[in-house]
């Protein structure tokens, strides 16, 4: 009776929070971060990879419910299993420049072509003299190019109520083990003086026709080992790093089913 009642209370401060029980949290001080994600769909093939979706997300909130006292987040890396493989060759690619400033309307008008994702985000806009608002916008996901041995993914955010937007490039390369790719962001200069991001969600997902063939931007499998239907593995490992020098490190734990079953 006892575990089932520390479970309930548990259950009710992570709903208090506004962060879902499925989500992996990490917490230093009054400050809690969560990290959610995985693969869609979850039945894959044991040795050919196939198209997938990722998707990440991830809120930032304060124990007590004072969200004005929140620490910004300045620095986001998500590194990924290495059973997912990124493929952009052949996919346009597009340049900040492009859609910094714009609409969300005109960056699908010029860089369309090279959209791998979507999501969403919420900022605590807080400029002088005035309360903190809320702000909620859209993310479109963009092709970058590569620069100095770079892979480039540029996430424009943009809101229309007040208007306004901003890019997150991020800056993708090879991990080490377990975690094969690495998407790690800065907040750009132009949002640090306001922006305090609490939520985000972003799904990458595009599939294209390269040389006659359907290619995927992210492919995966699921590498159980002969004879088991399945597999558990570490999904995800987000670090999530603030202005106040602290950093956030959570791990998301997920699972796959072969296709056509053991």
Not at 179 to 208: I, N
Not at 250 to 255: E, I, L
Request: proline share 6%.
């Amino acid at each position: 009776m006892r575990s089932a009642r520390v479970l309930i209370v548990a259950l009710g401060l992570l709903l208090c929070a506004g962060i879902p029980a499925r989500a992996e949290l990490s917490q230093q001080g009054g400050l809690i971060v969560g990290f959610d994600g995985g693969l869609m769909p979850r039945a894959l093939p044991r040795s050919h990879p196939v198209p997938v979706a990722v998707r990440v997300a991830g809120k930032v909130r304060d124990a007590g419910g004072e969200q004005a006292r929140l620490p910004q987040l300045r620095t986001i890396t998500v590194a990924i299993n290495r059973a997912g493989r990124i493929f952009d060759r052949g996919l346009p690619s597009c340049e900040v420049s492009s859609i910094q400033p714009a609409t969300e309307r005109e960056a699908r008008r010029v860089c369309g072509g090279a959209i791998i994702g979507s999501g969403r985000v919420v900022v605590q806009a807080r400029i002088a003299s005035q309360e903190p608002v809320l702000v909620r916008g859209k993310l479109l996901a963009f092709n970058g190019p590569r620069e100095g041995g770079r892979k480039l993914i540029f996430a424009q955010v943009y809101a229309k109520d007040p208007p306004g937007a901003f890019v997150l490039a991020f800056e993708v390369k090879r991990g080490r083990g377990l975690f094969g790719t690495v998407m790690s962001t800065t907040l750009p200069p132009v949002a640090q003086g306001w922006a305090y991001l609490t939520d985000f969600e972003m799904t990458l997902k595009r599939t294209y026709s390269y040389r006659g063939r359907t290619r995927s931007y992210i492919s995966a499998a699921c590498a159980a080992p002969a004879g088991f239907p399945g597999a558990t593995f570490p999904f995800a490992r987000s670090t999530y790093g603030f202005e106040d020098g602290r950093k956030l490190r959570t791990t998301v734990v997920r699972s796959c089913r072969v296709k056509g079953g053991a």
